[in-house]
């Protein structure tokens, strides 16, 4: 079956850095777009950002624009969140998902979805 495994999440203080990495098994990897969403307690899941099936473009909600990449590795089946000059407010659950139609903004696109990796930012 599909899995998708996020790691790479932790605590770290406001203004540090982290890369979240998501392992792709059981789907042809290539052929999905990957995007990252988040959810923050007592909010609704949101998209972060989605890099194409062969890592050609991607796309980030304008909060993350300049702070955040994201990259893939298609050999390893794996796709990664660089997060740099972290704030409190990026605190959330992060999770990766797999969208076999296109580079979707929105989760109802997306056909799988990782467990999620905790993300907290002290001030």
């Known amino acids: 079956q599909v899995q998708l495994v996020e790691s790479g999440g932790g605590l770290v203080q406001a203004g540090g850095s982290l890369r979240l990495s998501c392992a792709a098994s059981?789907?042809?990897?290539?052929?999905?777009?990957m995007g990252w969403f988040r959810q923050a307690p007592g909010k609704e899941r949101e998209f972060v950002g989605v890099i194409s099936r062969r890592g050609s473009r991607t796309d980030y909600t304008d909060s993350v624009k300049g702070r955040f990449t994201i990259s893939r590795d298609n050999a390893k089946n794996t796709v990664y969140l660089q997060m740099n000059n972290l704030k409190y407010e990026d605190t959330a659950v992060y999770y990766c998902?797999?969208?076999?139609?296109?580079?979707?903004?929105?989760?109802?696109?997306?056909?799988?979805w990782g467990q999620g990796t905790q993300v907290t930012v002290s001030s």
């Open positions: 998902a797999a969208d076999g139609g296109g580079s979707s903004r929105h989760d109802r696109d997306y056909d799988f």
């Open positions: 059981g789907l042809i990897f290539s052929w999905y777009a």
